[in-house]
């Protein structure tokens, strides 16, 4: 049996787009995309275009987003550096 000095950390090789998070963030809520849009006054064509990477998030509707799941914009907007905030999310 190795000692546990003998084992290095994983480093972490998924990033995550702006749309990624937004449908996880949702689908770990179990929300729909038109649950999402009442819950964020976004409207779901939009949160669907916003998954799919269609148009910009903006700085309006990662706050729009980030009330209706309860967490920082920054989660939503940088998800690079925010990725180890969204399971705490659910």
């Known amino acids: 049996m190795k000692n546990q000095s003998e084992f290095m950390s994983a480093k972490s090789h998924a990033s995550l787009s702006t749309g990624e998070?937004?449908?996880m963030l949702r689908e770990l809520k179990g929300w729909t995309q038109g649950?999402?849009?009442d819950r964020s006054g976004i409207s779901a064509t939009n949160i669907s275009l916003l998954?799919?990477?269609k148009i910009?998030?903006?700085k309006r509707r990662a706050e729009q987003l980030a009330r209706a799941f309860n967490v920082h914009p920054a989660i939503i907007m940088f998800p690079e550096y925010?990725?180890?905030e969204i399971d705490?999310?659910?």
Do not use: M
């Open 35 to 37: 649950e999402l849009a």
């Open 21 to 23: 998070v937004i449908r």
């Open 56 to 58: 910009d998030i903006g």
């Open 82 to 84: 925010e990725s180890k």
């Open 51 to 53: 998954e799919n990477e």
């Open 88 to 90: 705490k999310a659910a």
